[in-house]
């Protein structure tokens, strides 16, 4: 027996009947049980065990090789919580030294706050001014943290702040008078989805002290580990707040359509795997969507787009593979727009259409919804 690496509860649940292979893209890819949820479950028991050497090379390929989106959950009928077996094996894989560098020098820059003060202002400099003169603005800047309003705060999102701070915008512009507190940090679900649940835990904390009352989020993966760790009442994803707000009395958005060569656009929506899979959200955007376009689905809609929170800089030939076979699909639905509600996926399909030099567009589903906003004022 080696030491304890996985709750005992957890990992006995798995009973082996074999529903998640399907689900389960890596094993999609290879057709090796031992890239499937079932087969690296039976790794973990090996481990927990001690049947296998902890540092054993498959152990530590199929650590890796994970996606870790979660798509084994819903269709799982012993309800085997495989994300958090996830955590805690990459926790042990992955300790110290041994995890991979990039994921080290992602987590060491977003513990930092004022790296993001200066990368917020960098993002400012006349390039990118242009950029977002050409896109919806929301009301200016928002409060210092610790003055927010109990209601409901914003979470800006680390990767957001950088590289999307126009859908920090689209969501205030969608949900006027929410508090957007300046200075948040991040909100750990990077750390705990590569090694260090322990301070994906305290970082958690600190930004739930930080922003009080519900906390809303534009990133289905930062929702889902938010509300792991401080309850499913204090997260909303702000397609579940918009929901809920036209089911009140409650002003909701959109009011308007987005259209496209004088046309209603056709639009079409890819998943969060943590926001589907972890919260159970995927109704509420689709329906959103629909109210100001042509919704069409995609076959794969709720497969990953192969961008999995780091995965797709530390593994980036499996990443492009499941994302181009994404793209073909995307093409060939003919739509204009495809949306995310995640920023990782939103940069991962952008990079895939790029790539493919194709016609349809990615964004977030706030933008695409201040955009139908808009065009009923103009």
């Known amino acids: ?60 390929e199929q650590a890796s090789q994970c996606l870790g989106c979660r798509a084994c959950e819903p269709v799982c009928p012993a309800g ?58 929301a009301p200016s800047t928002g409060n210092p943290v610790g003055v927010a309003t109990p209601e409901a705060s914003l979470m800006l999102g680390c990767f957001e702040q950088v590289l999307f701070p126009e859908v920090s915008r689209a969501a205030r512009q969608l949900v006027p008078g929410i508090a957007a507190p300046t200075g948040q940090g991040c909100c750990g679900a990077l750390h705990a989805h590569n090694g260090d649940t322990a301070a994906g835990e305290r970082l958690a904390h600190r930004l739930g002290e930080d922003l009080p009352g519900i906390i809303v989020t534009t990133s289905g993966g930062c929702a889902a580990h938010l509300a792991s760790v401080l309850g499913r009442d204090r997260v909303k994803e702000i397609s579940e707040l918009l ?34 899979n972890g919260l159970g959200v995927w109704k509420e955007p689709r329906t959103l969507l629909g109210r100001v376009a042509d919704y069409v689905e995609l076959p794969s809609a709720a497969g990953c787009c192969g961008a999995a929170g780091t995965y797709a800089l530390l593994r980036p030939r499996e990443s492009r593979r499941i994302l181009d076979a994404k793209i073909r699909e995307i093409e060939a639905a003919g739509v204009d727009y495809v949306v995310a509600v995640n920023p990782g996926c939103l940069r991962q399909l ?29």
């Not at 649940?13 to 057709?31: N, W």
């Not at 089911?247 to 046309?263: K, L, Q």
């Not at 952008?350 to 103009?378: C, F, I, N, P, Y």
Request: glycine fraction near 6%; charged fraction near 30%; include cysteine.
């Open 1 to 60: 027996m080696t030491e304890r690496v996985f709750d005992p509860e957890l990992l006995s649940r798995c009973i082996s009947c074999g529903f998640c292979l399907p689900a389960c893209p890596t094993y999609a890819a290879t057709g090796d049980e031992a890239s499937s949820p079932r087969g690296r479950i039976n790794l973990m028991r090996a481990l927990q065990n001690g049947d296998l050497d902890p540092y054993d090379p498959t152990l530590t």
């Open 350 to 378: 952008q990079t895939g259409l790029r790539r493919a030099r194709s016609r349809v567009k990615a964004v977030h589903m706030a933008e695409l919804l201040t955009q139908a906003t808009d065009d009923t004022h103009h």
């Open 80 to 137: 085997v919580e495989y994300g958090q077996l996830l955590e805690q094996w990459r926790d042990h894989q992955w300790k110290g030294r041994r995890r991979p560098l990039t994921a080290r020098a992602l987590m060491l820059v977003t513990r930092l706050r004022e790296v993001f003060r200066v990368m917020g202002a960098v993002r400012r400099l006349p390039g990118a001014v242009l950029r977002k003169a050409r896109r919806p603005r």
């Open 243 to 276: 929901a809920e707000r036209g089911e009140t009395d409650e002003p909701t958005t959109p009011a308007g359509e987005v259209r496209v060569d004088g046309r209603r656009a056709r639009v079409t929506l890819q998943d969060s795997c943590h926001l589907r």
